[in-house]
């Protein structure tokens, strides 16, 4: 019996307000489908999250809607949970209550179990959506109530969409000690990252997002890879193993200093162009002074041709301990500086009206006096 | 006989050599011990408390050895052969409590002492007392203790665990408080701030700790810096004085005070000149984080002091449940310090909190132990001695007597022991108080719970009292931990299906 394990896949989600990252989600979950199909697995688990809302866009709901019929298609099961984003906090229906007739099977409080049966072989799925961790009391009798019913069969998975204190210690509900121990696989969601550890009968596993959710997820995706599981549960022990995308769009994380920024700018750009597709750029600058507006309309216009979206972060940096910015009773004369160190008294001359102007951002301006300057041909 | 009693019940007949505050008699009647007599001698009625009683027989003697002699001799003999001996203390005449100067005549009747003079003597007649209990012999007499006597000369209750002390803090705390007066308790255990008193509700007033009011022995006391640690202090000091002046100029917010310290800790030991120091200087920096941490939830740095808190009329309560022992130390001593001085003022010169206090401890051993100096201990010591003058009353709780600082228990000079098993506490406790006898020793480990040898000024002649159960609730009676468990679960099941009807209602059914 071959299981597969997908979960937080956040279809709908439009990172940084842009269309391509929702398309991004959508065919990450295509090709994962595709994938699951090609390895020819019994049914597929969803542990929650499946959009990123519980309004979803229609398109997200097409998505899930082809998905589904498709793998009913292929005679594979489906089995999902409503999460913590997709299901309303109030009050409200889940977007998968659309998807039941079509041959999705929701698991929830009311009807938390189902027996699948293939041949002669049966598994016992059993799981609920999201509960907060103010309805703990019925999450553990929930939870109780499962592990006896589970009792009566020989292979059984628990799905879940809940954060467990020994992975996530800063935000949890439940502690690896309050789950029912007698399940052979644990389909967990919620956390991003991918998460394998021997427990109970077998292996829980959170099988992690699917696309980088945000930026930090991006690095666990170039570490672990993103995607899902295949579970087989013939053995006496499950045996899993990954199965990973390969559509993740590529983040681009770099940090540089202020100064020399526009060399530094063009050899990010350099860099950048190598990509298959556009990449989304964070870019941390840092530096004692920075002229953000500046720095901003510069990496917008030498990054932005080869990028998706770039994203800045300022870094003020501190004075060093001993440092200090100097200060002296007469005002400095920047002209008399430039004459000093330029020798040249017509490129002096220029420094200095440059340095007026661009003192006050206007670059136009700056740009018409260098022309000036070159077409004069003083040089 | 004379004197217009009405029923003159005769028990016995003193024989024997007696002297003016003690003699012997011999009984027809089976009294009990701490029942009151009344001999009639020297032209006055004198009152006496029966202290020890024996009971045999002139034909069944210890020189017996053979048991069915004894069954024979049953048979044979009558109660007449039976005999009850015992002793009284003198206690004074009936009117003035004076003991006469000469003893009691032989064969002199000794009368069960009638209710109606004993309700006079343990009666509210001077209107400042407050009911405690009854007597144990007497259960139709009621026991009111003297609020003023009892305040200004202090007041120890000792008891092992489960005898009826915090009942007893809490009937006397109520009644204070019922009579309009101040009492303030250090709760140990959170065992009062939810009781409910027949003078309202607690005036609850939360532990804080407030680094800005603190003495500096008190915050090194915090840090685990001792004497010995000398550099540590001196950096600490010196950290310390940087940041109060920082402070005091406006500098900085008072919630910035710990963390100036730090850095300032920090600063000193990057400088070259007290590389030598570096260790000690990290050392406590250390302890200042700890701090930090350790006391987290009971540090605010705006708390308003426990005294500026306290409410007249109403039982305050410092709930010291949720700190550990040394906060518990350093939030009492200032606590104290600052009441003493609050008092003085006042006296003195018409500022601070203008009505006395009643302030008991829990746990007194932990706080003024006998081997350890505390910085409590100073306070509870100079309140015991002065806080007559100033209108602070103590009252020490405890249930290890022997560990309490001998000093301070001596200046207690009311007393409420109920059972005390241990013999060396019961020595201790003799040893502690003038007017516990030998004899009355000996009666508390036969005391049941909430019984009671009441001592000292604030009753007129010591007595053995049922002290009366307290009404409202008080958590920290024994637990019926079985129903608690039963409970429990039962909660949890409610609980489950409260909750499950909450899920019910955010995943809509389809």
Redesign the interface.
Known sequence: MLIGHISDTHLGFRQYNLEEREEDFYRVYNELVEKLIEEHIDLVVHSGDLFESPRPPTKALLVVQSSVLKLREKGIAFYAIPGGHDQFKRRGLPPHALFERLGMKVLTHRKPYDVFKKGNQEVFVAGFQHVPKHLKGALLALLSQLSSEASKYKKKVLVLHQSIKEFFPIDYELSLAELPDNFNYYALGHIHKRIVKEFGRGLLAYSGSTEAWNRKEYQDYVKEGKGAYIVDLSGDEPLIHKLDVSSVRPHFIEEIQVNKLNYQLRKLASQIKEFEVKPIVHLTVRGLAINRKLVRSLAYRILSPHALTVRLEFEQERLIEGESILETTSKLDMRELMYEELKNPRVAELAYRLFEVLRKEDLEEAKKLAREFYEAGIF | MVLGDKVRKVIGYTIGEATPTKVTFISKEVPTVGQYVVLEYCDKRVLGMIQSLVRGSVSITENIYDPTAVERIRIFENSGTHYIKGTIKILGDVESLKIPRTPPPPATEVYEADSNTLRQIFGNDSGVGIKIGVLISQPNVPVYVDINKMVSRHLAILAITGAGKSNTVAIIADGIAQLGGAVLIFDMHSEYSTARFKSGKPNVIQARINPVNLSTSELLKLLNIDQSSFKQERYFRKALKEAKRKLLSGLIHPDQLLGVIQRELERYSEEDRYKPDRSSIMSVANKVEGLLDRYEHVIDYYAPDVVDQLKLGRVNVVDLGQVDEEAADVIVSHSLSSLLSSRKRYTTRGEGIPFPVFVVLEEAHILAPKDRSTLSKYWISRIAREGRKFGIGLCLVSQRPKALDPNTLSQMNNMIVLRLVEPSDQRYVQEASETLSEDLVEQLPSLNVGEAIVLGMMVKIPALVKIDKFEGKLIGGDLDVVRAWKRCSSI??K??V???R?????????
Not at chain 2, 502 to 510: A, I, K, P
């Open positions: 949890l099941t609980k489950a409260v909750e499950t909450e899920l019910d209602n955010m995943l809509e059914s389809w």
